[in-house]
């Protein structure tokens, strides 16, 4: 009761949230611009508005995470709103993870709206629903809600712009982990190697999360790919939210 | 005796230092007792720690040392929780809901059922006088109708403690004066009330007791009656002098007021009084008052924090 309180409030505070149904009109919009830009490329229109699609919702997924689930815990903190929550009984987990669901239950919608949008757009293009981009999005949102994980967990101890900061190097080392890994096996003899190795091992391989050019290049993946992609994110998150509640039931709210 | 609601025992809140600072004390070996169904007010000026000490009364802030006790549980349970509503100082609120919303909210984090939100929700806006307000967004409230509504949220849940963080500070005379209202209706109805305040006429119109705190040590602490009925010595008597009879010269050795007909005399000595009244007799003068002065709660507020 209390967790879903907490959530179905977030979600509500979410959507209500002119910077997300700004950012969110924006991806919509890019999405059937992919129809013109597809239009120019002679011959690859299907695999650009494919691209151009999944590419923007990723692209604006992050920038959500960011932004929206930064200012998720902040907002709270600043206008002083969690005083009025966590004073009453409820366990400051359920907090924590009530906050977290209401945003990815927003988020959800969201990558519902962008992937209609982008099969509305394939549909005119090639005259049928290509359900073959499904694993691909289910995968975009997985990375999407890692990200607010983590954008919750460096917002639970340091400051908006730092837990920003934060959250854009775990996105951009997270999809340089393949080249990490290479660098490791080709260079076993370099300077540093143990720190390339201890960051390899410690950042989210977002590589596993990623088929988007298989659906791009309409190449079914297999479904054990799909799926391993899916229980690593879902691992992964759960790790980061753990870590989270973990900072959250020690802080002082001054 | 009543039971005690509110208990703490050397309870002491150092904050680390940010780098390269000295840890700051925000509460030093507090021992508070509060019983059931008093109005306490905990007074001092800003800083003196009282907002500390409700956080760490409300779980908000975890404790260096010491012990508290709410209802004779720990604060690690729940469930005392449970029974407290909680007010904080000048809060904002979620602007995206509207009043109702956000009651049924913090009720749904109590737990209580759809019939009885139903129930309670225009209940406590009626009580906060925003019953015509429940349906608009909060965003568009002002800072006194905010106040009311976070002192709403503080009664959603039936509480037998509630725990007001300066909750008059952001009030106009009328809004006071309904809040003061509210407050002696609770303790008609058997709650037990903590508030903080450093508007002392407000406190010394609700409270049973209070407590002074400075520099996070509670430097006083009792029955409001108690400690503004302490004498300061001084007895101020005043009468009117017979006419045709020479007044002042019969009482040159008072320190003497004329206030037009009357005069008013201040015996710094209680003993002197029956020869003083035994002397106005004598000379056909007409007793108007005795009254011994007493201190008021702003005396005792200022002698305490050394003003």
């Known amino acids: ?254 | 005796m009543p039971k005690s609601v509110i208990h703490t025992e050397g309870l002491t809140k150092i904050y680390k230092g940010e780098l390269g600072q000295a840890p700051v004390v925000g509460v030093e070996s507090l021992d508070l007792d509060v019983r059931e169904g008093e109005v306490f007010a905990f007074l001092g000026p800003n800083g003196a720690g009282k907002t500390t000490t409700i956080k760490l009364l409300t779980r908000l802030l975890f404790p260096t040392k010491g012990n508290v006790l709410i209802m004779g549980r720990p604060l690690s349970s729940r469930e005392s929780m449970r029974r407290v509503g909680y007010l904080p100082e000048q809060p904002n609120l979620y602007g995206y809901l509207t009043g109702a919303e956000f009651l049924d909210f913090m009720a749904r984090i109590f737990g209580l059922q759809r019939e009885v939100r139903k129930k309670r929700i225009p209940e406590v806006l009626g009580w906060v006088g925003l019953s015509d307000h429940g349906g608009r967004a909060i965003r568009t409230y002002s800072r006194g109708m905010m106040q009311r509504l976070g002192m709403a949220q503080a009664l959603i849940n039936d509480p037998d403690l509630l725990i007001l963080d300066e909750p008059m500070s952001a009030l106009d005379p009328v809004g006071r004066k309904d809040f003061r209202d509210l407050i002696l209706g609770l303790k008609k109805r058997g709650k037990t009330l903590f508030f903080s305040s450093h508007i002392l006429s407000d406190a010394e119109m609700v409270a049973d007791r209070i407590g002074i705190l400075k520099k996070g040590r509670m430097t006083q602490t009792g029955r409001l009656d108690d400690l503004t009925g302490l004498r300061s010595g001084v007895i101020e008597v005043t009468f009117v002098p017979n006419r045709g009879k020479p007044a002042k010269s019969a009482f040159q050795k008072y320190n003497l007021d004329v206030q037009g007909r009357k005069i008013l005399v201040r015996l710094e000595n209680e003993e002197d009084l029956p020869a003083l009244i035994r002397e106005i007799t004598r000379a056909g003068a007409r007793l108007v008052s005795v009254i011994p002065q007493r201190q008021s709660l702003e005396d005792i507020f200022m002698a305490e924090i050394g003003r």
């Open chain 1, 1 to 254: 009761m209390r967790l879903w309180a907490v959530t179905t409030n977030t979600f509500k505070e979410t959507i209500r949230n002119r910077i997300l149904i700004n950012i969110l009109l924006f991806a919509v919009a890019l999405i059937l611009l992919s129809l013109v830009v597809g239009e120019w490329s002679l011959g690859h229109q299907s695999k650009v508005i494919r691209d151009f699609g999944l590419a923007a919702m990723s692209l604006f997924g992050l920038l959500i995470a960011i932004f929206i689930g930064i200012r998720l815990m902040v907002q709270e903190m600043e206008q002083r709103t969690v005083y009025l929550i966590l004073s009453k009984p409820i366990h400051r987990w359920e907090f924590v993870i009530g906050k977290y669901l209401g945003l990815a239950c927003t988020l959800a919608l969201n990558v519902l709206l962008m992937s209609l949008t982008l099969w509305a757009v394939v549909l005119v293009q090639e005259g049928r629903i290509d359900f073959g981009l499904a694993p691909a999005i289910l995968l975009i949102y997985m990375e999407i809600i890692l990200m607010v994980a983590f954008a919750l967990l460096f917002s639970s101890f340091t400051s908006p712009t730092l837990s920003a900061l934060f959250t854009l190097i775990i996105f951009v080392i997270g999809h340089t982990a393949g080249f990490l890994r290479d660098f490791i096996l080709l260079y076993p003899d370099k300077p540093f190697l143990w720190l390339f190795r201890a960051i390899y091992t410690a950042m989210p391989n977002l590589d596993n999360l990623n088929i988007k050019m298989a659906a791009v290049e309409h190449i079914p993946s297999p479904p054990h790919a799909v799926l391993f992609g899916f229980l690593y994110g879902l691992g992964y998150t759960v790790f980061v939210l753990v870590l989270t509640v973990l900072v959250f039931e020690k802080k002082d709210l001054k």
